[in-house]
């Protein structure tokens, strides 16, 4: 195979890859599955959530994570428009975000914004460097509530 073909199919495997990864950060939080989350990180990564917390190393991300958690027992993330460029081991990437949460303070609420990632190969394995959130809105749904499905947002079956 030539070097040419071996470097474009390398580019088009690590953008899958990192695609996935993108939907397993929001399929970790969505479904409260720490363990899915734990891979997708280094030990020396960064999370950068703003008013939802700033964590530095893996340990300090999945414990902020599982104070987010216990604040919004419910979150649906929308990952869209992810704009990916991939040089070598290292890639970055601006991926757009809706999430709908159930806040046991504030009740259900939108927020929307951008990651701003960069993403590391080491070992073969593709994870986040760092993830930045930028906040555009946070909306208070104010009566808003679920009259049928799985999830009742706190309130009774």
Not at 32 to 58: C, F, I, K, V
Not at 130 to 148: C, E, G, I, K, S
């Given at each position: 195979?030539?070097?040419?073909?071996?470097?474009?199919?390398?580019a088009?495997?690590?953008?899958?890859?990192i695609?996935?990864?993108?939907?397993?950060?929001?399929?970790?939080?969505?479904?409260?599955n720490?363990?899915?989350?734990?891979?997708?990180?280094?030990?020396?990564?960064r999370?950068?959530?703003?008013?939802?917390?700033?964590?530095?190393?893996?340990?300090?991300?999945?414990?902020?994570?599982?104070?987010?958690?216990?604040?919004?027992?419910?979150?649906?993330?929308?990952?869209?428009?992810?704009?990916?460029?991939?040089?070598?081991?290292?890639?970055?990437?601006?991926?757009?975000?809706?999430?709908?949460?159930?806040?046991?303070?504030?009740?259900p609420?939108?927020?929307?914004?951008?990651?701003?990632?960069?993403?590391?190969?080491?070992?073969?394995?593709?994870?986040?460097?760092?993830?930045?959130?930028?906040?555009?809105?946070?909306?208070?749904?104010?009566?808003?509530?679920?009259?049928?499905?799985?999830?009742?947002?706190?309130?009774?079956?």
């Amino acid at each position: 195979m030539s070097n040419d073909l071996e470097a474009r199919l390398d580019a088009i495997e690590s953008r899958i890859a990192i695609e996935t990864l993108i939907a397993n950060y929001a399929e970790a939080f969505d479904t409260m599955n720490e363990a899915l989350l734990a891979t997708l990180w280094h030990p020396d990564s960064r999370l950068y959530l703003g008013a939802n917390g700033n964590s530095e190393g893996l340990e300090a991300i999945l414990a902020q994570a599982r104070v987010n958690m216990k604040r919004m027992p419910h979150m649906h993330h929308w990952m869209a428009n992810a704009l990916i460029t991939v040089e070598g081991d290292t890639g970055r990437g601006r991926v757009a975000a809706d999430c709908l949460f159930y806040d046991v303070d504030q009740g259900p609420l939108q927020v929307s914004g951008q990651y701003h990632d960069i993403y590391q190969r080491r070992n073969g394995r593709w994870a986040f460097e760092q993830r930045t959130f930028d906040m555009h809105y946070a909306t208070p749904l104010q009566n808003w509530t679920p009259v049928a499905g799985t999830e009742r947002f706190g309130l009774p079956a």
